[in-house]
């Protein structure tokens, strides 16, 4: 299992390789063992039943809005050890 601790950026993203192509959200972060890590989130399922107005303010952080910074393009895929740090968006 791996932990990490991820934060929201303002950065977004365009996921391609679905249909249609998706926008999604950089979240950036840290696992439990320190490594630097980059989360393209495009949606968050919460447990039903819970604080409607904690839910609301959680769902705004995947409001897309047309004029949000878009800051790259990637290809539907998984990161893998021999990625390159070249490969990770920089902060």
Same mark, same amino acid.
């Given at each position: 299992?791996?932990?990490?601790?991820?934060?929201?950026?303002?950065?977004?993203?365009?996921?391609?390789?679905?249909?249609?192509?998706?926008?999604?959200?950089?979240?950036?972060?840290?696992?439990?063992?320190?490594?630097?890590?980059?989360?393209?989130?495009?949606?968050?399922?919460?447990?039903?039943?819970?604080?409607?107005?904690?839910?609301?303010?959680?769902?705004? %952080?995947?409001?897309?809005?047309?004029?949000?910074?878009?800051?790259?393009?990637?290809? %539907?895929?998984?990161?893998?050890?021999?990625?390159?740090?070249?490969?990770?968006?920089?902060?």
């Amino acid at each position: 299992m791996v932990k990490m601790t991820i934060e929201v950026t303002d950065d977004w993203a365009t996921l391609l390789g679905v249909k249609p192509d998706m926008p999604v959200r950089i979240w950036r972060g840290v696992s439990e063992q320190g490594t630097p890590v980059v989360a393209y989130v495009f949606g968050v399922a919460v447990h039903a039943g819970g604080d409607e107005a904690k839910y609301a303010e959680f769902a705004s %952080l995947f409001e897309y809005r047309p004029d949000a910074r878009e800051v790259e393009t990637i290809t %539907l895929g998984f990161a893998s050890d021999s990625a390159s740090k070249k490969d990770l968006p920089s902060k």
